[in-house]
């Protein structure tokens, strides 16, 4: 009776372990480090976005926004640029300065994102908050080096502004979290132009959020048919620790399904085993209802109090039926 017991308990176990593949599925693919100089030395850097053109500016094809963030301080979350042409190695383009805007007497900055315009300029919208105030500013620049003064776009009190994601899609979509409610939220405005006016906030609904789990950040893609969305969720009141990134698709950009999975969770001794935080990607290949992206993340390590932050390379193959089941390719 001993050994039948061991036995089923085997099985059980076994059972369990199968049941939880699909649930841990990773990309496939390997994952590491980029080098990111920033400007004050640590090499620790956050919350990537990134632009790949169709034609260079400055003869660059890629250009990230990032903030560093060495061991956690958001006074050196100041938004900053670097270039590279094969998407690996980054540097800072000749002629500018990070960071493109120091840190504010009060508050602090946080939060870019780059898109270009309809004029073929480039947009850097980032973040500023202090205590309930929270603001959106944008800067604009032809050629990458030489960037306008920063310009307020939106200002509130009532909601919080975090992880803007900006898409060009006749107007100016951005989305964005905020965390005021319980649960967090996704929220949508859009404008005719960058510098708006903004519409008043639409609440987006996201279905299949696990239990026990919140929205965080995200990135959004324009994709054939609707949007693709890289929704990073965290676990509701233990902080950050464990952050996961899931996929989700819309086809009104209001309305999204999520991936019963994470596509991409933190390693298990490596520089980004603490968490996965906010992510970029870039559409390389849409065939049918499959999508081929690179995808630029941040992450930390778990040792220490202080956690080390950079960001990552990865790409993952993901495919979407007509009824919505999402798979990885």
Sequence with gaps: MRIMGEVRSTLICLMI??????????????RYMLDIPTYEGSGQAIHPDVLLLKKPIGGYRYWMTFTPYPNGSNMHENPS??????????QVPRGLRNPLEQAPGEGHYS???????DRGRLWLFFRWSHGLEERIYA?????????????????????SLISPAVVHDKLYKM???????????????????????????LKCRVNGVPYGRN????????????????????????????????????????????????????????????????????????????????LYYSAAESSGKSKIWHIGYTEVRICVDEEGRIRLG
Excluded: Q
């Excluded at 372990?17 to 390997?30: N, Q, R």
């Design 17 to 30: 372990f199968f049941l939880l593949i699909p649930i841990i599925k990773d990309t496939g693919y390997s």
């Design 215 to 294: 929205i965080w950040h995200l990135d959004v893609v324009k994709v054939k048919g609707g949007y693709d969305a890289f929704i990073l969720l965290i676990n509701k009141g233990r902080g950050l620790r464990n952050g996961e990134l899931y996929f989700a698709t819309s086809e009104d950009g209001i309305e999204w399904n999520l991936s019963s999975f994470p596509i991409l969770v933190p390693s298990s001794k490596d520089w980004d085993s603490f968490i996965i935080y906010r992510s970029s990607a870039l559409l390389l290949e849409e065939i049918g209802g499959c999508r081929h992206y690179a």
């Design 139 to 159: 800067k604009y620049s032809t050629d990458g080096i030489r960037w306008s003064e920063k310009i307020p776009i939106l200002e509130t009190e009532s909601e």
């Design 81 to 90: 640029i670097v270039v590279s042409n094969d998407g690996k190695n980054w």
């Design 175 to 201: 989305w964005y979290v905020d965390i005021r409610p319980e649960p967090n939220v996704i929220k949508l405005r859009t404008a005719p132009s960058p510098l708006g006016p903004w519409s008043e906030p």
């Design 111 to 117: 939060d870019p994102d780059i898109f270009l315009d």
